[in-house]
């Protein structure tokens, strides 16, 4: 992506990226670099509900990429307990 496209103020830079384009320049290089630095994760969080609306229902790999981000969200939940 272009520089500008991580220039958001909105969740998910629904306004600057797609949401696999999300997933894929944003929340999981963000999720390595605090793992490879032993930074601290954060708290409970919720992507799933936001890809339902998200993505097409004729997206051949709806089901399961919210599948994946529900497992996600799951571990996240239980660590926030």
Do not use: C
């Not at 529900?70 to 239980?78: M, P």
Request: proline share 11%; charged share 20%.
């Amino acid at each position: 992506p272009q520089p500008h496209q991580f220039n958001s103020t909105q969740p998910f830079f629904m306004d600057t990226m797609e949401p696999l384009e999300w997933l894929q320049w944003v929340l999981i290089p963000r999720m390595h670099d605090l793992l490879e630095n032993n930074q601290p994760l954060p708290g409970a969080f919720a992507v799933a509900p936001y890809y339902e609306m998200a993505l097409a229902t004729d997206h051949p790999q709806r089901a399961l990429i919210l599948a994946e981000l529900e497992k996600l969200d799951a571990l996240f939940a239980d660590d926030a307990s």
